[in-house]
């Protein structure tokens, strides 16, 4: 069967860096997303790998390695509005999106 | 760019009713509109596939006769809960993927609450 995996909650310092993990079993593989949902509001994009190694956009970047089934992204300087449900999705080799349950980040002062 | 619009971005309504939700890509094209259902603490689960012109691919489980999805434009997808009861009151979010696209990204509608009561 298919499986996104990440975990269930973080919890880190404004200012600090966190990097949350995400691995993967489908069936075959067309890219791997990373989304941001706050609280009762729809999902957003942060970003897209398709190939091994790391893309960085701003305060975040993720990392992708298809050999090993791994992704993290990884989110610096936090600020308090970075408090939310990252979500990890594989798109399949039938161009259907997998998610995983999401992880979702709190802020701490 | 690449906005997609919901409406409602709410509905209460009584156990039997029907309701249709509507999502609007509005500065772009999408040949397919995908719909989604997220429970309280879960993820996002894929209920459907629309492509414009042509019948929905309902994901297994879900019931094509309740949930009706007409995709009559490369703008608009509807979704529409007929006799609709308590337990599917839920967070519905439709998401596009831009006509031609290079990494087939899903952009996402804000989301409709629906209650039924």
């Known amino acids: 069967g298919q499986n996104i995996d990440q975990p269930t909650e973080m919890t880190a310092t404004e200012g600090a860096i966190v990097q949350i993990n995400c691995t993967y079993q489908t069936s075959g593989f067309n890219g791997l997303f990373w989304y941001q949902q706050h609280a009762g509001e729809a999902p957003t994009f942060l970003s897209y790998n398709v190939l091994d190694g790391l893309e960085e956009k701003g305060r975040f970047s993720s990392f992708l390695s298809r050999s090993k089934g791994y992704s993290y992204l990884l989110l610096k300087e936090l600020q308090m509005k970075d408090s939310a449900s990252y979500l990890c999705a594989v798109m399949d080799s039938n161009y259907q999106l997998i998610w995983g349950a999401g992880t979702k980040l709190i802020i701490k002062p | 760019g690449a906005v997609v619009s919901q409406h409602p971005s709410w509905v209460i309504c009584k156990s039997g009713t029907s309701v249709k939700i509507e999502c609007r890509s509005l500065?772009?094209?999408?040949?397919?509109m995908f719909w989604y259902r997220q429970f309280p603490k879960q993820s996002l689960m894929l209920m459907a596939t629309s492509n414009e012109g042509s019948k929905a691919t309902y994901e297994q489980g879900v019931e094509k006769d309740k949930f009706l999805i007409n995709h009559a434009s490369l703008t608009l997808s509807t979704l529409t809960v007929t006799s609709a009861h308590p337990e599917d009151s839920s967070f519905y979010i439709c998401s596009a993927m831009p006509l031609g696209s290079d990494i087939n990204e899903q952009f996402f509608g804000p989301g409709t609450r629906l209650t039924v009561l």
């Open positions: 500065d772009f094209q999408a040949t397919t």
